[in-house]
């Protein structure tokens, strides 16, 4: 056993919670160590989540582009093609992610540490390394940011060749030419519009009755379409009651309305669920609620008011690296008494599907709930230029405003570039901006962004009109 060594801040685990957990606590002059037990820096998001299946989405994206200019180019993909063709710039991404995430921990002056850590003490963290040498580190503040990995379920065993989860979809051979996709999540969603923009006969199956159930139902209308044109099958508020390899060509489901679902392939994507088993909780005071989770307040500080939570961990769907980034953050900054700032209800939903979603503030339905007779302004992408110029018109933006039809309650938008676009309104909402301010801003033209003013003017028509028959009442 090596002597203790202290710090100020031992943050466990390096994925987007971990790390800007660490970078906040340097830049706050603290001595930080950060402790991965994987080989490298990043976590699932690097390795098995975000960035390769972002990956392979470009790919997709970028063979559908073609497809657009069908006049110019004529092509196909093979039925036999190596996964690895399509995510030949993989390892080319991790790499570069794997540099600069490096760089920016030893430009900090963050100890990185790679071990197995568990709580001795509410004080001690013991790493282990793995040439099992073991040392207890001291530790100020203490940040749990270990991620998640995916659920399991006894009705779909998955065995990482015929059935996959969301770690081991990227593992496959060759392209499938079918799947099934167990769930509608974010995940199941993402994956399974790719592989439909690739070819894939795609199945989705999920006791829910609509795909993305917290999202804003037209918004999601719009992605479900397309997927269908794609060739996708949705079979909704379906349960499956058995998955099995038939031993020579498909995986067979078995629904519980009696429908058997055959494909090569499956990818069950039930949610995730977070890594705290071997974190030995118990030992600094620590326990997990009914639902199997750490409870923390809104800034992620435990029963324990030295130790702190954030990221995946904390099991509050959707899983977005963006806001396990702003809950590693928002714990240090508690944790050192800095400014936390009010950006914990302001973070965009960004979902990667084909079309791409996103959200900020509230959608139609939540505002219908909270104010009387709130206006929506709709932007189809088939009235903006740059829908018609790029072929992408299948898109939608809306603006929710109060009954007014002058204050900013939300933005939903699916569509191109939704992911980038949706900034916009979250910067509105933040400061404040009436729909008067998207009228009266000049937006370059071809763009999409101009769809935030189509928008706005069709909530200052209905604005008139409400006030005329208020009049003429």
Known sequence: MMLASAYDIVVVGSGPAGQKSAIQGAKAGKKVVLIEQEQGIGGNCVYRGTIPSKTLRETALQFERLKRSSEV?????????????????????????????????????????????????????????????????????????????????????????????????LSMIYLPRSLTVLGCGPIACEYASTFALLGVEVTLIDRAKRPLSFMDPEIVSVFQ???????????????????????????????????????????????????????????????????????????????????????????????LASQAMEDGRRAVSQALGLPVGESVNQVPIGIYTIPEIASIGLDEEQAAARYRGPLVGRAPFTEIAKGQITGACEGLLKLVTDPSGERLLGVQIVGEHATELIHLGQMALQHGATIDRFIDTIFGFPTFAE?????????LGQRRNRQENAKAA
């Open 451 to 459: 769809a935030y003013r189509v928008a706005a003017l069709d909530i």
């Open 225 to 319: 379409r397309g997927l269908e044109r794609q060739g996708g099958r949705f079979y909704l508020g379906q349960t499956v009651t058995e998955v099995a390899w038939d031993g020579v060509s498909s995986v067979v489901a078995r629904l519980a309305n009696g429908m058997v679902v055959k494909s090569e392939k499956m990818l069950v994507a039930l949610g995730r669920q977070p890594n705290v088993e071997e974190l030995n909780l118990e030992a600094a005071g620590l326990s997990l609620n009914e639902k199997g989770l750490l409870p923390v307040d809104d800034h992620g500080q435990t029963a324990v008011p030295h130790i702190y939570a954030a990221g995946d961990m904390l099991g509050r769907p959707p899983a």
């Open 73 to 169: 180019f004529e092509g196909r993909l093979r039925l036999d093609l190596p996964m690895t063709v399509l995510l030949h710039r993989l390892d080319e991404v991790v790499k570069a992610h794997e540099c600069y995430m490096a760089d920016q921990l030893s430009r900090n002056g963050v100890t990185y540490r790679h071990g197995r850590a568990r709580l001795v003490s509410p004080h001690e963290v013991q790493l282990e390394t793995v040439d099992g040498a073991s040392q207890t580190l001291l530790a100020e503040t203490i940040v749990l940011a270990t991620g998640s990995r995916p659920r399991s379920v006894p009705e779909a065993p998955v065995d990482h060749e015929h059935v996959l989860d969301s770690d081991s979809i």
